[in-house]
T-cell receptor, first 114, second 113 residues
Framework: NAGVTQTPKFRILKIGQSMTLQCAQD?????MYWYRQDPGMGLKLIYY???????DKGEVPNGYNVSRSTTEDFPLRLELAAPSQTSVYFC?????????????FGEGSRLTVL | DQQVKQNSPSLSVQEGRISILNCDYT??????FLWYKKYPAEGPTFLIS?????DKNEDGRFTVFLNKSAKHLSLHIVPSQPGDSAVYFC????????????FGPGTRLSVLP
C-alpha cells in the first residue's frame, strides 16, 4: 500500500536553480496539499488542491507553483531557489473536505539551497 | 503569530507512566483538532482527533481532552511505551472553512525504558 509517495527524498540546489518535487497518491483522494516544515516550527501550508485542475494558495505560496492535471499527482515547482526555501517539504492528501478528517503524509523531501 | 502553540519542545517520561502533551490555541473559530505523531525521516501520521462538540476522545492508550474555554487541549498516553518516542504535533482547523490545518511546532517525547 504505497499511500503518498514523494520524490526526491533529498536534494541540494544552488541559488537561482529550479526544480520540481513530485508527489503521487494512490488512495483516490480529491484533496492534496504541500506543507513545509522549518526547524522548531509547525508545518505551514504552501498550496493545496481540491481536485484535478483546481489549486489554491496556502499560507506561504511565494516562490512556488503547483499544478494538478490528474487526481493522483500534485507536483510542486520551485522557481529561482533561494536559501529561505531550505526546508523539509511534505505532500499530503485527504479524503474529506473542509478541514476535517485526517491528512495522509508522504515521507518528506529535504531540500537545501546553497 | 502562532495560532497553535506547544510550549514544551521536549518531554521525557518513564516507560509505563503517563505522558501528557499540551497544546494551546488562540483562534476561537477553530473547531476541529488533531494530533499527529512523527518518527525521524518519516511523514507525520494521524493519531487521534476531537471535534469541539466533545471534550474527550479516547482511542486505546491515547486520550485527547479539549477545554474550549481555556483554548487548551492535551494528549494523554497511558501507559507510555518506548515506541511512543516521537515528535507529536497538534493541529487545528475550522470545520468546513478552507483547507488549512494549522500546526503547532511539535513536542519531542522520549519514553525511557
Amino acid at each position: 500500500n504505497a499511500g503518498v509517495t514523494q520524490t526526491p527524498k533529498f536534494r541540494i540546489l544552488k541559488i537561482g536553480q529550479s526544480m520540481t518535487l513530485q508527489c503521487a497518491q494512490d488512495m483516490n483522494h480529491n484533496y492534496m496539499y504541500w506543507y513545509r516544515q522549518d526547524p522548531g516550527m509547525g508545518l505551514k501550508l504552501i498550496y493545496y488542491s481540491v481536485g484535478a485542475g483546481i489549486t489554491d494558495k496556502g499560507e506561504v505560496p511565494n516562490g512556488y507553483n503547483v499544478s494538478r492535471s490528474t487526481t493522483e499527482d500534485f507536483p510542486l515547482r520551485l522557481e529561482l531557489a533561494a536559501p529561505s526555501q531550505t526546508s523539509v517539504y511534505f505532500c499530503a492528501s485527504s479524503h474529506l473536505k473542509g478541514g476535517t478528517g485526517e491528512l495522509f503524509f508522504g515521507e518528506g523531501s529535504r531540500l537545501t539551497v546553497l | 503569530d502562532q495560532q497553535v502553540k506547544q510550549n514544551s519542545p521536549s518531554l521525557s517520561v518513564q516507560e509505563g507512566r503517563i505522558s501528557i502533551l499540551n497544546c494551546d490555541y488562540t483562534n476561537s473559530m477553530f473547531d476541529y483538532f488533531l494530533w499527529y505523531k512523527k518518527y525521524p525521516a518519516e511523514g507525520p501520521t494521524f493519531l487521534i482527533s476531537i471535534s469541539s462538540i466533545k471534550d474527550k476522545n479516547e482511542d486505546g492508550r491515547f486520550t485527547v481532552f479539549l477545554n474550549k474555554s481555556a483554548k487548551h487541549l492535551s494528549l494523554h498516553i497511558v501507559p507510555s511505551q518506548p515506541g511512543d518516542s516521537a515528535v507529536y504535533f497538534c493541529a487545528a482547523s475550522r470545520h468546513n472553512y478552507g483547507q488549512n490545518f494549522v500546526f503547532g511546532p511539535g513536542t519531542r517525547l522520549s519514553v525511557l525504558p
